[in-house]
Each structure stands twice: as C-alpha cells, then as structure tokens.
C-alpha cells in the first residue's frame, strides 16, 4: 500500500494532507501552494492544466474552463468542450488526478488511498458521484466524510473537553452547519442541515448582477450578452468581495470592458462594504434557516453550545461572522485555518481507519431521512434524518392489491410527506410474492447506510423467501462501465501527460543546451563555431518536429562536439581560440 492522504475536494479550492508522526500535515503543491484552485482548463493544443494555472488563463479561455464542477456532482449535466462531453465525475477525477502527482512528487511515493469529504448536506448521488470520481482518478477511497465532521476532527484532536460544537461551513459553492458532540475522544454529530447550493459564489453573482446593471444604466451596453467582458467582471466581483473582508471600500477597475459607438467603454466604480452588505443580506440570512434547523435537531438552544468553528472561505465575510455571531451569542472561534482544517481532519479520520491513530471515534449522522413510496403518494420514512451512520433499519410493508405478485419498490430521500416531492435515489422490483388477498403477504424493507452514507436496499417475501436489494446509484451516476472506461481514459491521460511533460522537458534542455553553445562559442575557431551553429539549427529543426528520438540525437551529437570543443580549449588555451588557430584542429576532433 503506498500513502493515505485526506483530501478536502472543495467547490473553489482543494486542499490535501497527509499523517507525518500522527499529525496531520499539509502537502503543498507542484507551485508552492497549500490549497490547489479546483479548476480545470482544456487549452487550444489539447493540453489540459488544473489548478492556479487553469485558473490564471480563464479569462482568455473561458469557453474551455471548468469552475465550481462540485455544484454539478450527482446530477446529469455534462461539460462539453471540443465535442467531448466529460461527466462531473470525470472532471472532478481531473483535479484528484493532479491532486494526487502533487502529492506524489512531494512524498516521493505513491499515494493509492484517500479519505475525500463531502459536504455534510450531500445526496446519495453526490456521495456515490465523489466516490466514483475518486475511483476514475486511481484512488481507493477509503472513506467519504462529511466536511463539518472533518474540521471538527481536526479541531477536536487537542482539546480534549466535553463540548457541544457548532461548524458552520460556508464554501465556494455549498453550506453546511453542523452540531457535534465532542466528548475526549469521541466525536458524535448530533445534527446537520444546509443547502448544497449556496456559497461564495452566490456573493460574487450579486456584485456581477450590480455591476452588470450600474454599466447598462451609464453606458446603456448590456454586458451579459458579452462571455469576455463577463468574465472579468466575474473575477473582479470575487477580488472585491475579499477585499471587503478586510477593507471598508473598494475600487473595481475594468478598462476596455466594451466598445460603444464612440469608441471603448471602462468601467471604474466603488463598492463599499455597506452596499456589499446590502446586496447579499438574503444571503446570509439564507444561511440562518439550516442553522436553526440543526441546533434543534440536536435538541440545544445556542446557550448549550460551548464553541462555534467557521469553515470555508466565506466565512471571513465579516457580515456572516456577525449573523452566525448575533445567532449563537458566541465569537466565533479562529484557531482553526478554516481552509486547511478539512483536508486535516479528513486526514486524521484515515489515520483512525490504517490504524496509526487510535483512540479516536467518529459518529456521523445521515443527513435527510429515507424512504419508500407507499398507496397514495405517501413518503413512508424508514430512517430519520441525523439518525448515527451506520444503521440498518427494517419495516414490513405488504400489497395493495388482491393476488399482487410484485412490488415495485421507490427508494426516496427527503423530509416531505409527500413522496413525489421527495428525490428519488431507485426503484427496484420484487416478484414471485406468492398470490394472496391485499394485505397478507408480509414483504420487509431494509435499508441500510454504511459508514460512506452510502444506502443499500432491500426487499424480501418473508412467505416465498424472495429476495430483491439494490445498492443505489442514482440514475445520473455513471454505471459501472462507464466509470471503468472513465478510468482508462483517466490513466491514458496520465500517461500521455507523463510522455508531454518528458517531452517539454526535453525541449528545455535542448533550449539550455544551445543557450550553453552560444556561451562558449566565443572561445571557438571560427570552423567551430559555423560547425555548432549547423548543429543548432537540426537541434532547432528536431525541436520544431515531434520527433524526440530525433532531439536526442543531435543533442547527443552536439554534447560530443561541445565535450571535445572544450577539451580542445582547455589543452590550447582560450585565447589562442580564434582565427589562426583553425588549422590545428583535426578531423578526429570533430567527430567527438
Ligand atoms: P472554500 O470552498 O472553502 O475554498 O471557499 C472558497 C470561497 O471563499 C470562494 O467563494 C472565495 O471567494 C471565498 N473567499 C476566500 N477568501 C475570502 C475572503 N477573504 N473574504 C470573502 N470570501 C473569501
């Protein structure tokens, strides 16, 4: 087995760590970074870059960017880019792909496990899509966790009192709120609640949208219809909201963001905190409905709790450190780095599952009931929500109808009584029910969760023994085959990115080699010299082909001759290198 790592697969960034001395510790990546952008970029030549290099060309590339994909997991949208159409999934397993090189090259090893957390508020679907993505990238994923569970993990390793905690996480992308119990060694959630769209990115669409509106109503030129333009103003709408964090204004400067009929049009407004406020108050009180939720799902008042941890990016917006403030009555507590805390937490919760760290219990809560459709359009709830993962629980059910031989079963999660309005996680069918009147034969749901929250169902005939069961994978997750195609391709990636970094590294030093050429030329005869600079333009001309075997050998060819050039030098002496020394070199010389 190679390393195990915990990895934070966030909306905005990612963020990985690893065991060192039953720590954990953040590995940083191939640029230095202790958080990679979760951003993945298809450049014109084929190339594919992820992270802060992804996300550095977006503005020129936009078309080919993918942002924020986690919003997309568990759901049937697709990226389409060049005519190939990528699941969430796959694209998720790009920015683990990378994660994962990262870290290999720090650790010098393989990594092959990974514990990957999720947002507490994740649907089955979104829970099978991150494992499965986990799995195309070559990860055996040992666990998913939840987020808040993580950083909780994270905070509750050395402060050993018994406390009831708060985490209240609000990403990039999603948000989640969670109460925990944090007792010595063990870590029980006592509730979760959220919405798994609601995060940061929320809060830049409000300054786009003002922004948006501030350049119709000045220059009358709608820049929605411009992909380029709104793309800046993307990325400047983000740069001004952290700088409100700290700041009480903030001046946004886009020159040439459109051209009007008198030439070019910039954009040059100030955003104070007060009106950033303003326009995302629904935001943050978005937020405070979960919150209450979860804090009475745990049966406390904001008086029993005796710490609440912010998590995520956007809880340094000092307008929701002030709502989560006036709701519990507590200062938030800052001594956990909230974009760090997760993949540390995640980390340590691999740590308990190999064994290095012991003593250590983590009891996570399934965060929405689950169900099944009975007559009438009736959710029929067979485990609440926050019920203690894993669980298994069972309920008899029997037909409808006189002489009913099948029963289809529709596998529900949701907190409405009505079954349609509830999301549906499967449908499976349980025949050969021995004919009977209505209401005698005896058919026995189970459902369980595991430790994932992965839910498995089941269905028997206690009269025949018939016996039917799904593990479910929602209808927009990929089968089987997909995913081992995913996965081939993912690692045919691997090695053809491999083949191109060896490629442009060749290229480099062929570069370095000519550049080194050029130095010592001067010390040359001049019959050298005209020799290198042909030896340059094949090394050139290779370079230009695609032919690499053809770069080694003239670069072969030029070592030779530099080696034996030098040799020459040196037994001669620089100076008598020009001009009427030509004659003493030999043929032998040359051929190095
Ligand atoms: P996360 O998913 O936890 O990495 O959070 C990313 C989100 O946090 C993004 O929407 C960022 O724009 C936001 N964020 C990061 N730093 C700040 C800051 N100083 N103030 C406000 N939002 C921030």
Not at 218 to 242: C, S, V, W
Not at 348 to 355: C, D, M, P, R
Not at 364 to 390: A, K, Q, Y
């Amino acid at each position: 087995m190679g390393k195990m790592v915990g990895i934070d697969l966030g909306t905005t960034n990612s963020c990985v760590a690893y065991m060192e001395n039953g720590e954990p510790v953040i590995i940083p990546n191939a640029e230095g970074g202790r958080t990679t952008p979760s951003v993945v970029a298809f450049l014109k030549n084929g190339e594919r870059v992820v992270g802060a290099a992804a996300k550095r060309q977006a503005v020129t590339n936009s078309q080919r960017t993918v942002f924020s994909i986690k919003r997309d997991m568990g759901t049937d949208n697709r990226v389409k880019i060049d005519g190939k159409s990528y699941t969430p999934q796959e694209i998720s397993a790009m920015i683990l792909q990378k994660l994962k090189a990262d870290a290999e090259a720090y650790l010098g090893e393989s990594v092959t496990d990974a514990v990957i957390t999720v947002p507490a508020y994740f649907s089955d679907s979104q829970r099978q899509a991150t494992k499965d993505a986990g799995r195309i990238a070559g990860i055996n994923v040992l666990r998913i966790i939840n987020e808040p569970t993580a950083a909780a993990l994270a905070y509750g390793m050395d402060k050993g009192a018994a406390q009831k905690i708060m985490v209240y996480d609000l990403g990039g992308g999603t948000f989640d709120v969670s109460v925990l119990d944090v007792q010595n060694d063990m870590i029980e959630v006592l509730a979760t609640a959220g919405n798994n769209r609601l995060g940061g990115d929320d809060f830049d669409n409000c300054i786009s949208s003002w922004l948006v509106d501030e350049f119709l109503r000045q220059e009358g030129i709608d820049l929605t219809r411009e992909p380029a333009a709104m793309n800046r103003i993307r990325e400047a709408a983000e740069k001004a909201k952290i700088e409100l964090s700290s700041a009480m204004s903030t001046v946004i400067s886009l020159p040439f963001l459109a051209s009007g009929p008198d030439g070019a049009k910039h954009m040059e407004t100030t955003l104070t905190r007060a009106k950033f406020d303003q326009l995302t108050a629904h935001l943050v009180e978005a937020t405070m409905g979960p919150a209450k939720q979860a804090l009475s799902d745990a049966g406390l008042t904001p008086a029993q709790l005796s710490r609440v941890l912010l998590v995520g990016g956007s809880t340094r917006i000092p307008a929701v450190q002030k709502a989560v403030k006036q709701f519990t009555g507590k200062d938030p507590s800052r001594d956990i780095n909230p974009d760090e805390c997760v993949a540390m937490g995640a980390c340590l919760q691999g740590g308990v599952l190999a064994g290095q760290v012991t003593g250590l219990l983590l009891l996570d809560v399934t965060p929405l009931s689950l169900g099944i459709e009975t007559m009438g359009d009736v959710f029929s709830r067979i485990i609440d929500r926050n019920t203690s993962i894993p669980v298994q629980r069972s309920q008899i059910f029997t037909t409808a109808a006189n002489f009913q031989t099948s029963v289809d079963v529709h596998v529900l999660q949701g907190e409405r009584e009505i079954a349609s309005c509830n999301k549906t996680l499967g449908r499976f069918r349980l025949s050969g029910i021995r004919r009977a009147l209505r209401g005698v034969p005896q058919i026995e749901v189970t459902f369980s969760i595991d430790a994932n929250g992965i839910v498995n169902v089941s269905a028997r005939d206690l009269g025949t023994g018939k016996h039917q069961e799904i593990t479910l994978t929602h209808s927009s997750n990929m089968s089987d085959a997909e995913i081992d195609k995913a996965v081939r391709e993912a690692q045919r990636y691997a090695a053809e990115d491999k083949q191109r970094k060896q490629s442009a590294e060749l290229r480099n030093d062929a570069e370095q080699l000519m550049n080194d050429s050029r130095a010592i030329q001067k010390n040359l005869s001049r019959q050298d010299r005209e020799r290198l600079e042909g030896m340059r333009r094949n090394l050139k001309k290779a370079m230009d082909g695609k032919n690499d075997d053809e770069i080694h050998r003239c670069m072969a060819e030029m070592t030779r001759a530099l080696e034996s050039m030098g040799r020459h030098v040196q037994n001669h002496g620089a100076d008598e290198s020009d001009g009427a020394m030509d004659a003493d070199f030999t043929d032998s010389d040359y051929r190095g």
